[in-house]
């Protein structure tokens, strides 16, 4: 089983940068596959971006270019930078693990976090 600890979060400008991290427990960190999601107010969770435990990477179109999944096994960490932020990005964001599966949008994440809050004012 694995915890996952989000942070990073605040109150940016359009245009402005975050970098949100999620620290995860537990020692097998590096066969977890790991994803960000986000939920608006009034609106459905949805998929931001993935990485495999192998290495594959997925985003959603709407951030492709803008932003960047990575992960830092040796510290337990998954990182999304967002640039070039846009007041529609704003959210809650979650990072989520699966253990050996996939990081694609359909996949079936078994952890998450709490959630830590993006805001981007126009």
């Known amino acids: 089983q694995v915890q996952l600890l989000e942070s990073g979060g605040g109150l940016v400008q359009a245009g402005g940068s975050l970098r949100l991290s999620c620290a995860a427990s537990?020692?097998?960190?590096?066969?977890?596959?790991m994803g960000w999601f986000r939920q608006a107010p009034g609106k459905e969770r949805e998929f931001v971006a993935g990485?495999?435990?192998?290495?594959?990477?997925y985003y959603v179109t709407s951030v492709k270019g803008r932003f960047t999944i990575s992960r830092n096994n040796a510290e337990n960490t998954v990182y999304l930078q967002m640039n070039s932020l846009k007041p529609e990005d704003t959210a809650v964001y979650y990072c989520?693990?699966?253990?050996?599966?996939?990081?694609?949008?359909?996949?079936?994440?078994?952890?998450w976090g709490r959630g830590t809050q993006v805001t981007v004012s126009s």
């Open positions: 989520a693990a699966s253990f050996l599966g996939s990081a694609s949008a359909s996949a079936g994440y078994n952890y």
């Open positions: 537990g020692r097998t960190f590096s066969r977890y596959s």
């Open positions: 990485l495999d435990w192998s290495g594959g990477i």
